[in-house]
């Protein structure tokens, strides 16, 4: 889905901090054991992904990284009936409901043994095609970077095929696909600067340039 989440290329958030420490305070340290514990029915990486993406972009852009991670936990217990906002605000001793878009549907199980998959067909592109992305605005999960949609590449590398996140965040089927790193013009995609950037793209996302 499109929203505030997807940042890449937008000027004025600063520069990107690297080297960051892992945890700032304890209680980013316990909002990542309470996800990580949190055993719940029908979920999987993908689904916790677009959690945090269906986050009203006002809450989003206020919150710090783990804050996200706190908000999107109580979406996902909410959504299954493991707890009630109003216990959260009664315990808390104020109204702090996250506001989300709502899911377009509930996952599966995250698969065992990861998401890799072999497929008896072979990949659609090789390394040094020119490949076009399409300009697809998915009203669900996605893993495609709006600043990339339209766009030519080349292909530089062709990854094993991975179930497919658009599909398996919402209990859709695994349909795994081929991965691509693909190599665009920063040029191309900002219309300035003279170096590349690699982005990792899903074969149904692309079309021959």
Same mark, same amino acid.
């Given at each position: 889905?499109?929203?505030?989440?997807?940042?890449?290329?937008?000027?004025?958030?600063?520069?990107?901090?690297?080297?960051?420490?892992?945890?700032?305070?304890?209680w980013?340290?316990?909002?990542?054991?309470?996800?990580?514990?949190?055993?719940?029915?029908?979920?999987?990486?993908?689904e916790?992904?677009?959690?945090?993406e269906?986050?009203?972009?006002?809450?989003?852009?206020s919150?710090?990284?783990?804050?996200?991670?706190?908000?999107?936990?109580?979406?996902?217990?909410?959504?299954r009936?493991?707890?009630?906002?109003?216990?959260?605000?009664?315990?808390?001793? @104020?109204?702090?409901?996250?506001?989300?878009?709502?899911?377009?549907?509930?996952?599966?199980?995250?698969?065992?043994?990861?998401?890799?998959?072999?497929?008896?067909?072979?990949?659609?592109?090789?390394?040094?095609?020119?490949?076009?992305?399409?300009?697809?605005?998915?009203h669900?999960?996605?893993?495609?970077?709006?600043?990339?949609?339209?766009?030519?590449?080349?292909?530089?590398?062709?990854?094993?095929?991975?179930?497919?996140?658009?599909?398996? @965040?919402h209990?859709?089927g695994?349909?795994?696909?081929?991965?691509?790193?693909?190599?665009?013009?920063a040029?191309d995609?900002?219309?300035?600067?003279?170096?590349?950037?690699?982005?990792?793209?899903?074969?149904?996302?692309?079309?021959?340039?």
């Amino acid at each position: 889905m499109d929203g505030i989440h997807d940042m890449g290329g937008m000027d004025g958030f600063g520069p990107v901090e690297r080297d960051e420490v892992v945890f700032h305070s304890d209680w980013e340290r316990r909002v990542f054991g309470m996800v990580m514990t949190a055993q719940m029915e029908n979920t999987n990486t993908d689904e916790f992904r677009h959690s945090v993406e269906r986050l009203d972009p006002a809450l989003y852009l206020s919150s710090s990284y783990y804050g996200r991670w706190l908000a999107s936990l109580e979406v996902r217990l909410a959504e299954r009936g493991l707890i009630a906002s109003d216990d959260v605000d009664d315990r808390v001793g @104020a109204a702090v409901r996250p506001s989300v878009t709502a899911t377009i549907g509930l996952p599966k199980d995250s698969p065992s043994g990861g998401p890799m998959r072999m497929l008896e067909q072979p990949p659609r592109f090789a390394a040094g095609d020119r490949v076009h992305v399409r300009d697809a605005h998915p009203h669900g999960h996605t893993r495609l970077p709006r600043y990339v949609r339209g766009k030519a590449g080349r292909v530089s590398l062709v990854h094993p095929a991975f179930v497919f996140p658009d599909t398996h @965040a919402h209990g859709l089927g695994e349909d795994p696909q081929y991965l691509y790193a693909v190599q665009f013009s920063a040029h191309d995609l900002w219309g300035e600067g003279d170096h590349v950037v690699h982005v990792d793209v899903w074969e149904n996302y692309l079309e021959p340039a």
